[in-house]
T-cell receptor, first 114, second 110 residues
Framework: NAGVTQTPKFQVLKTGQSMTLQCAQD?????MSWYRQDPGMGLRLIHY???????DQGEVPNGYNVSRSTTEDFPLRLLSAAPSQTSVYFC?????????????FGPGTRLTVT | EDQVTQSPEALRLQEGESSSLNCSYT??????LFWYRQDPGKGPEFLFT???AGEEKEKERLKATLTKKESFLHITAPKPEDSATYLC???????????FGTGTRLKVLA
């Protein structure tokens, strides 16, 4: 049981390049989410999904796209990278329902945009 | 506006010196309040979930409590391995969103 996995661990992009951050979970969780973590700002929700085919925006969605075609995978796409997107990105998953459940986080992707 | 504020920002304790971390929150309704531990370079690790005022949860040297406006994470007789950043998060009613505080960086000295 690998939990939540993220690839790559590190990435350097030039301004204007695009890329996809990968996230997968093997716990059959309905809920998956993406956060960015910046110094002094805490974790901020980018996008989330409550099941395959269902996504919604979080607090800071601009410049990012997501889709959820399977329960296991939830990739995050940067369309045209900007230096302001330099951050550490975390993917998380949890059960979903009327109650609010704890999230399990991946190890993170450290992204630098030059 | 839904908001989470954690204090203090940083805390240095001697080994064995008990203390408490505070998480104040403002939400229209609470689905759940969560405590996580985060070590440098790693993802947050789940500690506790609290759902209603008066609820308490314990795990080893940690105890989390909840009121209608704040939560405390009490650390009893801490050890150097308890050094980490502790994060608080709330999930507001009627949403699937989670709002995190900026964390408390705890350093326990031997």
């Amino acid at each position: 049981n690998a939990g939540v996995t993220q690839t790559p661990k590190f990435q350097v992009l030039k301004t204007g390049q695009s890329m996809t951050l990968q996230c997968a979970q093997d716990m059959n969780h309905e809920y998956m989410s993406w956060y960015r973590q910046d110094p002094g700002m805490g974790l901020r929700l980018i996008h989330y999904s409550v099941g395959a085919g269902i996504t919604d925006q979080g607090e800071v969605p601009n410049g990012y796209n997501v889709s959820r075609s399977t329960t296991e995978d939830f990739p995050l796409r940067l369309l045209s990278a900007a230096p302001s997107q330099t951050s550490v990105y975390f993917c998380a998953s949890s059960y979903s329902g009327q109650s609010s459940y704890e999230q399990y986080f991946g190890p993170g992707t450290r992204l630098t945009v030059t | 506006e839904d908001q989470v504020t954690q204090s203090p920002e940083a805390l240095r304790l001697q080994e064995g010196e008990s203390s408490s971390l505070n998480c104040s929150y403002t939400v229209s309704g609470l689905r759940g309040l969560f405590w996580y531990r985060q070590d440098p370079g790693k993802g947050p690790e789940f500690l506790f979930t609290l759902y209603s005022a008066g609820e308490e949860k314990e795990k080893e040297r940690l105890k989390a409590t909840l009121t209608k406006k704040e939560s405390f994470l009490h650390i009893t007789a801490p050890k150097p391995e308890d050094s980490a950043t502790y994060l608080c998060a709330v999930s507001p009613s009627g949403t699937y969103k989670y709002i995190f505080g900026t964390g408390t960086r705890l350093k326990v000295l031997a």
